[in-house]
T-cell receptor, first 114, second 109 residues
Framework: DTAVSQTPKYLVTQMGNDKSIKCEQN?????MYWYKQDSKKFLKIMFS???????INETVPNRFSPKSPDKAHLNLHINSLELGDSAVYFC?????????????FGPGTRLTVL | DAKTTQPNSMESNEEEPVHLPCNHS???????IHWYRQLPSQGPEYVIH???SNVNNRMASLAIAEDRKSSTLILHRATLRDAAVYYC??????????FGTGTRLTIIP
């Protein structure tokens, strides 16, 4: 069973379009994240949600809107896509139990904006 | 945020031990030392973390200097599957992860 899953794996779209990436975790974790890895391979946190509430927003443009319908899901909606949004987006989750302070990452969604 | 310094790249022969260094001279008392790795075309993967004492798990060992200003991730017997970018990250427990550039480890068959 996949712990953190993302769909789609690849997404190719035109500038100006709106798209969504979905993330689900079956680990029972309370906290979920979105990270962006650009073409230079820098991996940066974008958002963090804890129990469906936003707790970290790393100065991401408001064209990016995360949505957490429940603890197990954190989706990322992107409006008016730009060329610079092309990157690999990773979802992650983290449990709060004791020493299990580790993050589990999904396989990534490669977004290409043409 | 306290910073870490890692070599950009390292090479090691297959089936030999690998020692990946990390310097963190400005580490604070509440910073844990975390290691993650990212295999090609995959998401990052947790490897190990520690605070003061050396730590072992099924993937690796973490050796922490007595003054905590440096640490070493030890892969006891590298395989081709260990080729990845390894990230050393300082982090207060439960805080966000801030990734640096990491060390790209190449395993030579």
């Amino acid at each position: 069973d996949t712990a953190v899953s993302q769909t789609p794996k690849y997404l190719v779209t035109q500038m100006g379009n709106d798209k969504s990436i979905k993330c689900e975790q079956n680990l029972g974790h309370d906290t979920m994240y979105w990270y962006k890895q650009d073409s230079k391979k820098f991996l940066k946190i974008m958002f963090s949600y804890n129990n469906k509430e936003l707790i970290i927003n790393e100065t991401v443009p408001n064209r990016f809107s995360p949505k957490s319908p429940d603890k197990a899901h954190l989706n990322l909606h992107i409006n008016s896509l730009e060329l610079g949004d092309s990157a690999v987006y990773f979802c992650a989750s983290r449990g709060l139990a004791g020493a299990a302070d580790t993050q589990y990452f999904g396989p990534g969604t490669r977004l290409t904006v043409l | 945020d306290a910073k870490t310094t890692q070599p950009n790249s390292m090479e090691s022969n297959e089936e030999e031990p690998v020692h990946l260094p990390c310097n963190h001279s400005t580490i604070s008392g509440t910073d844990y030392i975390h290691w993650y790795r990212q295999l090609p075309s995959q998401g990052p993967e947790y490897v190990i973390h520690g605070l003061t004492s050396n730590v072992n798990n099924r993937m690796a060992s973490l050796a922490i200097a007595e003054d905590r200003k440096s640490s070493t991730l030890i892969l006891h017997r590298a395989t081709l599957r260990d080729a990845a970018v390894y990230y050393c990250i300082l982090r207060v427990l439960y805080e966000k992860l801030t990734f640096g550039t990491g060390t790209r480890l190449t395993i030579i068959p």
